[in-house]
């Protein structure tokens, strides 16, 4: 007994040592740090949730796979709380303070809008997943998106207004602070009428509103075919539900604005039959898909929207474009990602163009139940 005790001793001195030396070189190799910032609180809070959970399982797939260049990637989150100011404070901390070397986000195109000229200032290359509204990568050489933008998705729906449902006549209700909103109210107006069709009206609102009977009021009194809602969830939910009580006839027409798992809850059976626009669908039979729904079912018990599979997207381009990347430098990331041919997402395939978006299908989506099902599938223009 006596002679082993220092040698169990001279073991355990040799563990400990060596657990401590493979700290010091896991240590030695330091994370890559990447920013992202989205509303995980507020009126669009699901925006913000569903992307970071599609983007956390992106940076679980790289780090399972070693990483970039041996080095793992850790997400920096911070929340804006749906507001434009709070992106541009956020993204300017995340930058200043936390040194991360390239940006996710937004959802909310006036979110990216703010956050935007600040990650182009910086030189930090940014790709937001979702945001639509053409503006966005206008903003500069480093501002890039994984999605269709707003021109086509109003004319798409503007010609679904008019060849399938049938309508001759739209009213356009428009959230007036929000940029992705004026600037699908006008897409979707410019096709309309060219068209043939004609605007019976056009009423407005701004976000957090919760009483729109007076702008429905106004819209019944005109009777159109169709009232386009190019809005978000929590708005649209409550217009539904309002629209119905006033006995509205018009068919609600909307875009991907309106994809959540809340919506459905909110609107209460209202938006029953009606339809909008999106990036992808839950029953695409696409092998990809099917394995991304199944895992983020599992992973989160609930069914994934779109924003959960562009994040998970947007976060693989950019991880892509790292790889290939001679250094870690914004300008040579920046590069990398412009450089982005068929990249295999599960939204579709992604080529980033010479203005920095992607070329993108769409699906039409009608609600049925709980459900919504594709009624059109539309190829990237
Ligand atoms: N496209 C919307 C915007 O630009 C954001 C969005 C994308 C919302 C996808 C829901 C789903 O503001």
């Not at 992307?51 to 992106?58: L, P």
């Not at 410019?190 to 957090?208: D, M, N, P, W």
């Not at 994809?259 to 339809?275: H, M, N, T, V």
């Not at 699906?363 to 099902?373: A, E, F, H, M, P």
Request: net charge negative; glycine share 10%.
């Amino acid at each position: 007994m006596r002679s082993r005790f220092p040698r169990l001793l001279a073991l355990a001195a040799f563990w400990l040592l060596a657990a401590v030396g493979c700290q010091k070189t896991q240590d030695a190799v330091p994370v890559i740090k990447v920013g992202e910032f989205g509303s995980l609180t507020g009126s669009t809070a699901t925006f913000g949730i569903s992307t970071q959970r599609g983007i956390d399982m992106a940076v679980e797939d790289l780090n399972a796979a070693g990483g970039i260049r041996g080095r793992k990637v850790q997400m920096i989150v911070e929340d804006d709380q749906g507001k434009p100011e709070e992106a541009a404070t956020v993204a300017q901390k995340l930058i200043n303070q936390n040194g991360v070397v390239a940006m996710l986000g937004e959802v909310a195109s006036s979110r990216s809008l703010a956050a935007a000229p600040i990650c182009q200032g910086a030189g930090i290359p940014m790709i937001t997943p979702a945001s639509t509204n053409p503006k966005v990568t206008e903003v500069g050489d480093y501002i890039f998106r994984v999605c269709f933008i707003d021109p086509d998705q109003g004319r798409v729906v503007a010609q679904f207004a008019f060849n399938t449902v049938g309508a001759r006549t739209a009213a356009i209700l428009t959230d007036v602070k929000n940029d992705y909103s004026v600037g699908l109210a006008s897409f979707f107006e410019e096709r309309f009428v060219q068209l043939g069709g004609t605007i019976a009206t056009k009423e407005s609102y701004t976000e957090g509103d919760i009483d729109f009977k007076a702008q429905l009021t106004a819209i019944r009194a005109k009777k159109p075919d169709v009232l386009f809602i190019p809005g978000y969830y929590t708005e649209v939910g409550l217009i539904g539900r309002q629209a119905q009580e006033l006995g509205l006839t018009a068919k609600l027409l909307g875009c991907d604005g309106w994809d959540s798992p809340k919506l459905l809850e909110i609107a209460q059976g209202s938006l029953e039959g009606f339809y909008f626009t999106n990036h992808y669908s839950v029953s695409d039979p696409n092998p990809a898909v099917r394995q991304f729904v199944e895992r983020y079912r599992e992973l989160y018990g609930e069914t994934p929207d779109a924003m959960a599979v562009l994040g998970y997207d947007a976060a693989n381009v950019l991880f892509d474009a790292m790889k290939r990347a001679p250094s870690l430098q914004g300008a040579a990331i920046r590069d990398a990602i412009a450089q982005t041919k068929d990249f295999p997402g599960v939204t579709g395939t992604i080529t980033i163009n010479e203005r920095r978006d992607a070329e993108k299908p769409m699906v039409v989506l009608q609600v049925r139940g709980d459900s919504l099902v594709v009624v059109e599938k539309i190829a990237p223009a």
